[in-house]
């Protein structure tokens, strides 16, 4: 079945205690992004991804890091975790990622930083 | 910079009531639009798309029409049900930016249907 995994779905981590959240997608997908989900913000996105070794800046990138050593993974990677950046976060990839692309979301992940 | 603009929710209906969610946007490019849906405790997935001018996305009974000269993108189901009940979230891809993939989305609509 072609889907994108996230883990883990539930994490509550304390300040300043690193974490990795995976991502990999089963689809052969060039494009890579994670965004995080808001109430009353919507969906903004952190950092994509064009291809293995390509990454890039999305909206609200501080506090976060990425990295695209093979296709099909993209870690999103919170060195020192802070209260600010508990949220719903989700992973998506799309063939080529061109403007007309369609995306396709993991189920999410829920992090909470105490 | 682009953004994209969507009703405020939450919106009740009751079953076999008519929707529209109303989506505008702003961009430098030709963009094309799309509306994800977030089913409770579910990642998005996308529920229609447009990607020029006049193009009508359409799918599950919903509808949306791609019109440049309002800059707007509102979708619409002439009956929702109780399985419609989600948040629903219009986005845009901008062809001109440096990124063509990157997804800008409005602030979503939950949308609640009563039996």
């Known amino acids: 079945e072609a889907q994108v995994t996230q883990n883990p779905r539930y994490l509550i981590t304390v300040t300043g205690k690193k974490l990795t959240v995976t991502c990999s997608q089963n689809m052969n997908h060039e494009y890579m992004s994670w965004y995080r989900q808001d109430p009353g913000l919507g969906l903004r996105q952190i950092y994509y991804?064009?291809?293995?070794?390509?990454?890039d800046k999305g909206d609200v990138p501080e506090g976060y890091k990425v990295s695209r050593k093979e296709k099909r993974n993209f870690p999103l990677i919170l060195e020192s975790p802070s209260p600010n950046q508990t949220s719903l976060y989700f992973c998506a990839s799309s063939l080529y990622g061109g403007a007309v692309d369609t995306q396709y979301f993991g189920p999410g992940t829920r992090l909470t930083v105490l | 910079g682009d953004s994209v603009t969507q009703m405020e929710g939450p919106v009740t209906l009751s079953e076999e009531a008519f929707l529209t969610i109303n989506c505008t946007y702003t961009a430098t490019g030709y963009p094309s639009l799309f509306w994800y849906v977030q089913y409770p405790g579910e990642g998005l997935q996308l529920l229609l798309k447009?990607?020029?001018?006049?193009d009508k996305g359409s799918n599950k009974g919903f509808e949306a029409t791609y019109r440049k000269e309002t800059t707007s993108f509102h979708l619409e189901k002439g009956s929702v049900q109780v399985s419609d009940s989600a948040v629903y979230f219009c986005a845009l891809s901008d062809r001109d930016g440096g990124s063509q993939g990157n997804l800008i989305f409005g602030k979503g609509t939950k949308l609640s249907v009563k039996p």
């Open positions: 447009a990607t020029k001018a006049d």
């Open positions: 991804s064009m291809n293995v070794e390509v990454t």
